[in-house]
């Protein structure tokens, strides 16, 4: 008798155990890494615009036009700017300007002559935001010595980038 009813406490005493060992594998643990990589986007809304010089005042230069376009910024960095340059300088005697509303906490430069040597800063002081429908002005001027211009087109390149 006491051999079964040692052979039954270590049959219960092995259950406990196998229990026990059952149990602790129930949970389980991982480790996860995560990160948030920099993002920086700019995107303009139209395909483009067109600026047609026609009218002048007698006596007078001939008067600019301006057109209106929209552009959209996100980025998760601080510190940004938004430069504009032209893939090549316009014709002699014409002008083209450029003035882009300023996201949230940022600064508007007002307009900025692009030409195509130099990128011009359109707006600094933008962070951590994400905005969209912010206007875009172009101007184009012209001067009688310009003379007739056939149509042409010139490329404009915002770019975001690192800048106070």
């Known amino acids: ?6 052979v039954a406490v270590l049959a219960v005493l092995a259950l406990a155990v196998g229990a026990r060992e059952v149990a602790a594998q129930t949970t389980a643990q991982q ?4 990160e948030v990589a920099a993002i920086n986007q700019i995107a303009i809304a139209d395909a483009g615009v067109t600026l047609v010089v026609n009218s002048a ?3 007078q230069a001939p008067a600019a036009v301006s057109a209106t376009s929209s ?17 090549t300088d316009m014709p002699a005697g014409l002008t083209l300007t450029l003035e882009l509303a300023a996201p ?9 002559v692009l030409n195509g040597s130099a990128a011009e800063d359109l707006v ?8 969209t429908g912010l ?6 001027s012209a ?4 003379g007739v211009v056939p149509p042409g087109n010139r490329v404009v390149t915002l770019t975001l980038t690192d800048g106070v």
């Open 31 to 34: 480790n996860v890494t995560f």
């Open 104 to 112: 949230a906490g940022g600064a508007s430069a007002g307009a900025k």
């Open 143 to 146: 001067t009688s010595a310009a």
């Open 71 to 87: 552009y959209s910024v996100t980025t998760n960095e601080v510190g940004k700017k938004i430069t504009a340059k032209l893939e």
């Open 1 to 6: 008798m006491r051999k079964v009813m040692g």
């Open 135 to 140: 206007t875009m002005t172009y101007s184009l």
């Open 57 to 59: 005042t007698a006596g």
């Open 124 to 131: 600094t002081g933008i962070s951590k935001l994400n905005e």
